[in-house]
């Protein structure tokens, strides 16, 4: 099967004018795979599992943070929130530790008590090592708006929710984070999910009032958002390796194609978040593998190859200290060097972003090493000739990218893949559409029996598809033609209004020319596109996807 060209022509393009460098603004970013990979790796028994009170909530002060969201339902419970901090390993198997955010539903109604399914959750990229799921409502931290929409949408609707804050991040003792190394990440969100219950288990027994009326019923959900849906992908994987059952999974705007995303930005088309995620993979998979680089002098410019990633400083304050580039990852062309010269520019509209003349992060030697692999090496998804990441590729980046993309992963219980069409961060066509071509394939064979729906938030542009695979979830009412409608279209509304809001604010300031107001609506769009509208759109259907029905044969076994 021929994937469409990793020109990315599907991605509708905007006029460049939209664009500023101060698009590049605050955002839940992204995530990656792992391939090969042994998911056995012991759990370190070093540091106790231990819990901690955070904070309560009632109904009525769930509704008053989410405040007037319309993909958010009311709350059916309050929600009791404990901190869990709990042994596991680095990238390199080394002993650490963690915490998790354990969100407990409580209340009265039948919703809230008895026998709950559990949601495993994976939040997305950030730069921030304070970043903390607890914190519900608690805008002092960076985590306050991820934390609130799956507190609001899942523990107040019912769910227990164990959210790891992952190695790296919060009280953890490892200092880097193992980003996009699967093997870690998904032990990580397994290590968290079992001390999660050993807590409930022991809360239980001590008759702990928060306990006392909730029982985990073995149903086992899994979800997470742009990194996290890498991460999700992942731990679906270990799971399913290790012969345990899960209900369901949603996966949401991940980086699945993980070689092929590095293929394309170092081609030239440079995301949104580049310079965030750059030393964050960087550092990962040097401490997995070893052989990234000897030195981060050897793909980091000098003014930012000792900048360390989690940071106690917020991505703009590491801006104005000069220990990062607010967007450019490469040097602008002319280089020195003729096979970068050579390289087409991008079709993508806010790819310029990605470029300077200095005070750019990564060396430029470093990046055509890289392109000359992805030249002689291709990714089929790259070359337009398949779906599978290159046979046998040379350079060490290149080779760990491919051990932790997660192309080839069929997952067997039922799946929602969700995404918007115009994602600026996390491309949907080569990450989202390029797995859904090859479950499309794998659901053709004998006894498939793939249950997989692929949701596209976003209509414009004659996109907005729904794509049923195999024995696919469509045919369940959750995803009516109803329900669908209402997902796209709250979409729609809500980008409407960030749209407009724009050109308000823009009018307000004294701005009359139309090409100028819409420069500022694009703008907009561009920023609030991943972080914001997606994941908003793609929580709800996550939802809507999980309240389904779903048998007792998708019950795991504790």
Avoid at 428 to 456: C, E, F, H, R
């Amino acid at each position: 099967m021929t994937i469409p060209h990793a020109n990315l022509s599907k991605i509708p393009t905007m006029s460049r004018c939209l664009l500023s460098v101060a698009v590049a603004s605050s955002l839940l970013l992204t995530a990656c795979g792992d391939d090969d990979n042994d998911f056995n790796a012991p759990i370190s028994t070093e540091s106790p599992t231990t819990s901690e009170f955070i904070n309560a909530f009632s109904q009525d002060q769930i509704d008053t943070l989410i405040g007037d969201t319309a993909d958010t339902p009311d709350a059916e419970c309050g929600v009791t929130i404990e901190k869990v901090s709990y042994p596991t390993v680095g990238a390199a198997g080394e002993a650490t530790n963690a915490t998790a955010a354990l969100m407990l539903p409580t209340g009265d109604s039948d919703e809230c008590q008895g026998e709950r399914p559990v949601l495993l959750y994976a939040h997305g990229t950030t730069t921030d090592r304070g970043y903390d799921f607890t914190q519900v409502g608690n805008v002092n931290n960076p985590a306050v708006g991820e934390s609130t929409l799956i507190a609001a949408n899942f523990a107040a609707q019912g769910y227990i929710v164990v959210a790891p804050n992952y190695a790296g991040y919060d009280d953890s003792e490892l200092d880097y984070h193992p980003y996009l190394v699967a093997e870690q990440q998904s032990n990580d969100m397994v290590d968290a999910l079992e001390s999660a219950r050993s807590v409930i288990d022991k809360q239980k027994l001590a008759s702990n009032d928060n306990y006392t009326n909730i029982d985990d019923s073995g149903k086992l959900y899994l979800s997470g958002y742009s990194q996290g849906g890498h991460v999700a992908m992942a731990t679906a994987r270990l799971l399913e390796s290790q012969n345990k059952t899960v209900t369901a999974i949603a996966p949401l705007s991940g980086p699945y194609a993980l070689a092929a995303f590095g293929d394309a930005i170092f081609a030239g088309n440079v995301n949104i978040g580049a310079t965030r995620f750059a030393p964050l993979l960087a550092d990962g998979m040097q401490k997995k593998y070893g052989n990234i680089y000897s030195n981060p002098t050897d793909i980091f410019t000098a003014d930012y190859a000792n900048t360390q990633l989690p940071s106690l400083l917020s991505f703009e304050e590491l801006v104005a200290a000069n220990k990062l580039p607010d967007n450019a990852l490469f040097e602008a062309k002319p280089t020195d060097n003729p096979l970068i010269n050579q390289l087409p520019d991008s079709d993508l509209p806010f790819a310029f972003l990605g470029f300077a003349d200095d005070n750019y992060l990564i060396k430029t030697d470093f990046r055509a090493a890289y392109v000359a692999d992805a030249l002689q090496n291709q990714d089929q998804l790259i070359a337009g000739t398949g779906a599978l990441p290159a046979q046998n590729p040379q350079n060490n980046l290149r080779k760990a990218l491919k051990d932790n993309d997660l192309r080839g992963y069929i997952p067997k219980m039922p799946t929602l893949l969700c995404g918007g069409n115009q994602d600026p961060t996390v491309f949907y066509d080569l990450n989202t559409g390029s797995m859904a071509a090859i479950l499309q394939q794998a659901s053709a064979a004998p006894n498939a029996n793939l249950n997989v729906t692929v949701l596209n938030v976003d209509v414009r542009n004659n996109r907005g598809e729904v794509t049923p695979i195999g024995d696919s979830a469509m045919s369940n009412p959750w995803m009516s033609t109803t329900v669908i409608d209402d997902v796209q279209d709250r979409f729609s509304t809500t980008l409407t209004a960030v749209q407009n809001n724009a050109i308000a604010n823009a009018q307000a300031a004294g701005v009359t020319d139309p090409t100028a107001l819409a420069q500022a609506a694009g703008a907009a769009i561009l920023s609030s596109y991943h972080g914001g509208l997606v994941s908003s759109a793609c929580t709800q259907a996550t939802r809507e996807f999980f309240d389904q029905d779903f048998s007792a044969s998708q019950v795991v076994p504790r």
